[in-house]
Each structure stands twice: as C-alpha cells, then as structure tokens.
C-alpha cells in the first residue's frame, strides 16, 4: 500500500506441478512398462500418493524399461524424462487433474479447432520459421544403461551440412525404440519447410462460440493453421500440437498466445466428416 491509502493485493498461485517438483521417488527397480503405466506408479508412489481420481493418463506408444531409480529422484523430473522417451506431454488440465499425452495424433472435425483468416477462427499474429532453426538431418538417441542410436539424411547433409540432435539418459525398454525414434525424428526434421511456432488470438474480439472454442483448447490437442505469408501466393496449411498455452488478460481485452510443435503425418479416421476422407 501507499501511504495516501492506495492499496493493492496481488494474488500469486501455482498448479500442482509444483508439488510433483517437491516429491521424491522411492528407490528401487521398476518393471518394464507403458510410459504410461509408469507414470501412473510414480503417482502411485507412497512419496508421492496422487488421487487416482485426478489423473488423466494416456497409455502410451512407447516401453520404459528396469533402469534403477536412486535415491532422491526427484518425481516431476523423472515424469517428465519419462514423457520424452514417449515424445509425449505430460501437464496438470483445466480440472486439476494430472494428464498425460503420448505420441498418438487425434484429430476429428468436431474437435479439431481451425485458425485461418479466411477459413476457421482468426487470429492477430502468428510466427512462422522457414529455416535452419528446426533442421536436424542427424538424429543421435541414447536410453540409460542402452547403445546409441544414430539416423542420418545424407541428401539433407549434403545440402544443408551436419545439423544434430543428441537425446540422451532417455528411459526406453530396448536399443530398437531408440532406433525408431531416431528415424522418426529425423523424417520430420532433416528438411526446412514452413513451421508455425505460436499464434496470437483476440479473445475479447471473438463470438462465443469461438471463444468458447479457444478455451476448450488443451495443451496436447492438434490444431489446423491456415496461413498466406504476406498475403502472397496460396494458402499453407499446416497442424500442429499445442505445447503452450499463455492468457495476457486486463479490464479491455484478453489475449491468448498457442505455442505447437509441427505434426506432420495426420492419420486418418474411418468415418470422420474431414479426416475420413480420401
């Protein structure tokens, strides 16, 4: 306060990721699991005891294996090693709860939200890279106690140079997850190609029904970006997975800021009125 009588209180809250971040694991050699048969132990840890009630977690894609927690492990840094090897996310949702994302896409048209200043929900500023920033043509992936896997593009290093990416101390049941891993990733990056990194969208200068749409977005979900670089040339469409979600909000406006992470390969959904179509 001031001393003519102003007073101002501020409000500072965290979510429960903060308490995860305080706990530690107990010591010990799990069973080969799911990633997220494993992250449902850390939570079912006597350190840990997290309600099964809040807890949103997928199965996973990928294995962990029997490396040895130690002593004083710390449990939100073990879960989140355990959602890279699953190139997943794991956050705490809009109902408090735990969740837990793996590398499965999930797209439908009654879900999937579309943003295009044309076609979809508009939005006020998006940042496009279109370079080296996410070009990796040399993928170098290693579980603890496992070999290393190496997946190269040699058309892409001969064009472009070396450009590598090294993801070590990751949790994998076997050597063969850390081949395919590597090949993945370096498919998805060994080429420059229009990336949407993050959108800025007008909250307050929506209708409810977008609105409404925008705030039902989760971290995790799959969006549609429709773009035109200036205003020159075609409409680029591109999905990506939103790995942020930020609300700047005063007495006049409110805006929302989408971070994604580039999905390339969108499965198709036998049925679906825009992904089921051949």
Known sequence: YTVD??????????DVTSFFSKQVLTAGTPVAQTTGERINA????????????????????????????????????????????????????KQGRASFRDATIEVSADTTVT????????????????????LYNEVVIANVGGGTATASDLDSQGTYGIRNLTITDLLGDDDQQSVDLALELVEQYSEPEFRVENLVVDLHALDEADQNAVLGIELGDVSEIIFRPNN??????????????????????????????????????????KFGIL
Do not use: C, M
């Open 232 to 273: 020159i040339g075609d409409d680029i469409l591109r999905f990506g997975r939103v790995i942020s979600i930020q609300h700047d909000v005063n007495t006049e406006v409110h805006i929302v800021r989408l971070s994604f992470q580039e999905v390339k390969n969108i499965p198709f959904v036998l049925g679906d009125t």
């Open 42 to 93: 850390v939570l079912d840890d006597p350190e840990v005891d997290w309600s099964p009630t809040l807890r949103d977690i997928d199965t996973g894609t990928r294995n962990t294996g029997t490396q040895e927690i130690a002593e004083n492990t710390n449990a939100f840094n073990y879960i989140n090693k355990v959602a890279e090897t699953e190139q997943g996310i794991f956050f705490v949702d």
């Open 115 to 134: 943003f295009g200043q044309s076609t979809g929900i508009p939005y006020s500023g998006i940042q496009v890279t279109f370079g080296s920033e996410l």
């Open 5 to 14: 009588g102003d007073s101002i209180a501020d409000a500072v809250a965290k």
